[in-house]
């Protein structure tokens, strides 16, 4: 199935006794290409004076460099006993080749080989002088070497990874057009269940949380309790959940006035992204936010429950969620999306505040080939109606229908 993608083309330069290498770029490029190419949108294009040059009157390396160098977006150049033919400008084809990368900011993968070789297969001239310009480039870039033909490939498929992404972000840091990797964020609003954009308007009633301290402890009836045996006897196997009626009032007052907050992510770009880890603050002018993770909410509970097999974990939400701060902060991390594709997170939490207010939302956003974190803001009004209940209602309401009050 056909594919949009971005081609990179990757310039092969050596001199005549690099053979084995230059298959072994060809092989890990294919390979890369067979992994990566259709999730994230890119093709390698490995180009070499055997494949992708042809005649042409000139002098022989400035037509090279027209074909195939000057169109390239990056090298890679392995060098063993030879600097190469002389041409003239520079010592060697594949050294004006670097040289000519370097100049206009492009990536160059440098390596030498220290793979065995026989001595009288070694021209002393040519080592002499690649020696040189070795001693010469050490001074000026990062360059590696290899023992042996599998080590090289190992280290050129970790580096070749590297380098791409690289690339790309430089890429995407200097397009003036459309950006190959960009993204957008908005609100989605899981009520109406759309996309609300940088903006949205949440609503909430506030019942007065210190209601909670003038509830009385529930007391179980015998029937609750538990059944009678064949004999007749009534034999108790559960105990009454004291807390029930706050539990009640809290799961209330978290339905209340809690929203879930959720984001969507939209791939506006030309190629897949991955890697993509977010960081929200989410801050109000003064400490009047609730903040709730889904783990973190009051869940139902029975007028029986033994809630002592819980250990201490009940009681924990039950301060928290009556907290209120001027801040929050939460991160998540997101599934690879494709281009020009939407994704919702999951719920991230659930937000409220006790007042109306403006909540602000930072995002920095970290992915795979952003050369530098992405900022973006978002904006809630958040819209509180105060409401007003008594434990009386609280306890009556329960009593009367055997839920909490709406």
């Known amino acids: 199935m056909s594919f949009q993608a971005q081609v990179f083309k990757i310039l092969i330069a050596s001199p005549s006794d690099i053979i084995a290498e230059r298959e072994i770029i060809a092989q890990c490029i294919r390979e890369w290409n067979a992994v990566n190419s259709k999730e994230r949108n890119i093709v390698l294009l490995p180009v070499g004076w055997e494949s992708d040059s042809y005649p042409s009157f000139g002098k022989p390396q400035k037509v090279l460099n027209k074909q195939m160098v000057d169109p390239a977006d990056m090298l890679i150049a392995i060098f063993w006993t030879r600097i190469g033919t002389e041409t003239e400008d520079y010592i060697s084809g594949t050294v004006e080749e670097i040289e000519r990368m370097k100049a206009t900011n492009k990536p160059a993968m440098v390596y030498f080989s220290d793979v065995q070789i026989s001595p009288t297969q070694i021209e002393t001239t040519q080592l002499a002088k690649l020696n040189e310009f070795k001693a010469k ?10 023992a042996s033909h599998s080590e090289f490939k190992i280290k050129l498929q970790r580096q070749l990874d590297l380098q791409v992404a690289q690339l790309i972000s430089q890429t995407n840091s200097i397009s003036t057009k459309t950006n190959p990797i960009d993204l957008a964020v908005a609100i989605y609003e899981s009520d109406a269940k759309t996309i609300a954009g940088k903006s949205a308007i949440f609503k909430g009633e506030y019942f007065d949380p210190n209601v909670i301290n003038t509830l009385p402890d529930y007391a179980a ?22 807390d029930f009626y706050r539990h009640q009032f809290l ?30 603050s989410i801050t109000a002018a003064k400490d009047v936010l609730y903040f709730a993770s889904i783990n973190e909410l009051i869940r139902n509970v029975s007028p029986t429950e033994d809630l002592t097999i819980l250990g201490k974990t009940q009681d924990i939400v039950i301060k928290d969620i009556l907290q209120t701060s001027a801040k929050w902060e939460v991160s998540d991390d997101f599934v690879p999306i494709q281009p020009q594709r939407t994704m919702g997170s999951k719920i991230l939490g659930f937000i ?13 956003i970290y992915a795979e080939y952003f050369s530098k974190p992405r900022t973006e803001q978002l904006k809630l009004q958040f819209d509180v109606t105060p409401r007003a209940i008594s434990a009386e209602e609280i306890i009556k309401a329960f009593n009367d229908a055997n839920k909490a009050p709406k």
């Open 137 to 146: 480039i050490e001074k000026q870039a990062l360059i590696d070497s290899y």
């Open 251 to 280: 799961n209330f007052f978290q339905t209340s006035l809690l929203n879930p907050l959720r984001i969507s992510i939209i791939n506006i770009g030309t190629m897949g992204i991955r890697d993509i880890h977010i960081d929200f």
């Open 221 to 242: 009836s015998p029937s609750e309790l538990g059944s009678k045996n064949e004999f007749g006897f009534l034999m108790y196997s559960k105990s009454p959940n004291k």
């Open 352 to 364: 409220g505040a006790k007042e109306s207010t403006e909540i602000t939302i930072n995002l920095t």
